[in-house]
C-alpha cells in the first residue's frame, strides 16, 4: 500500500530565504508526481508534474526533483516572499489508476 | 476554461438530512473523481469515473455515501443520512486520460460540508 510522507509538518521562515520541503513514499512504481498549492480555505493549485522518468522540473522559483529509486522527492523554493505562505502538497499517482496519495502537507509561513 | 466547478462552496445542514454535491467537470476531461479533505485523514479519494462510468469506488466510505455521473459534464456526490463525522472539505477534480507519462487531475474549488 503506497503511503507518502511529507517532512516537516511545518515551516516558518523570514523572507528571502531558499527552502526545501521533502516528500517521501514508498512504492517506487508511481506513473507521476505532483505538488500542489493549498491556501486557507481553498482548492488545490497544481504547482508542478514530475513524470516517472523525469529528474526534475522547475516553474519560476520553484524546482521539483524525483528520485524513484529511493521513494524521494523536494520542492524547492527560492528567494521565498510572504505570498508563498501556504500548504504544501505532494501526491503520487499509481501505474494503473488515476488515484492519487496524498500526504499530510507542509505548512508553509514566510515572515515579511 | 472555467475550471472544475463545484457547488454549493458551503453546505451546513442538520444530522439525519440528505445532501448532495454537485460537481462540472473541465469540458473534454475523461475522468472525474471526488476527495474528501479531513484534519485527521488529510485527502483521500473516495471514488473515480473514466466516461461516466464508476471504476473504483473503494473508498466511499459507507452505503450512505453514492456518487452518479449521468453524463459528460455533471457528477453528484449523495449522502443519506448525514452525520457529524461527515463533516469535511469535498473535493472534485477531473483529467484528460494519462498520455506520454503525464496524467495531471485539476481540482475544484471544494464543498466545505457540515454535518450538525
Known amino acids: 500500500k503506497q503511503e507518502v510522507t511529507q517532512i516537516p509538518a511545518a515551516l516558518s521562515v523570514p523572507e528571502g530565504e531558499n527552502l526545501v520541503l521533502n516528500c517521501s513514499f514508498t512504492d517506487s512504481a508511481i506513473y507521476n508526481l505532483q505538488w500542489f498549492r493549498q491556501d486557507p480555505g481553498k482548492g488545490l493549485t497544481s504547482l508542478l508534474l514530475i513524470q516517472s522518468s523525469q529528474r526534475e522540473q522547475t516553474s519560476g522559483r520553484l524546482n521539483a526533483s524525483l528520485d524513484k529509486s529511493s521513494g524521494r522527492s523536494t520542492l524547492y523554493i527560492a528567494a521565498s516572499q510572504p505570498g508563498d505562505s501556504a500548504t504544501y502538497l505532494c501526491a503520487v499517482s499509481s501505474g494503473n489508476t488515476g488515484k492519487l496519495i496524498f500526504g499530510q502537507g507542509t505548512t508553509l509561513q514566510v515572515k515579511p | ?116
Open chain 2, 1 to 116: 476554461d472555467a475550471g472544475v466547478i463545484q457547488s454549493p462552496r458551503h453546505e451546513v445542514t442538520e444530522m439525519g438530512q440528505e445532501v448532495t454535491l454537485r460537481c462540472k467537470p473541465i469540458s473534454g476531461h475523461d475522468y472525474l473523481f471526488w476527495y474528501r479533505q479531513t484534519m485527521m485523514r488529510g485527502l483521500e479519494l473516495l471514488i473515480y469515473f473514466n466516461n461516466n462510468v464508476p471504476i473504483d469506488d473503494s473508498g466511499m466510505p459507507e452505503d450512505r455515501f453514492s456518487a452518479k455521473m449521468p453524463n459528460a459534464s455533471f457528477s453528484t456526490l449523495k449522502i443519506q443520512p448525514s452525520e457529524p463525522r461527515d463533516s469535511a472539505v469535498y473535493f472534485c477534480a477531473s483529467s484528460l486520460a494519462p498520455s506520454g507519462g503525464v496524467w495531471e487531475q485539476f481540482f475544484g474549488p471544494g464543498t466545505r460540508l457540515t454535518v450538525l
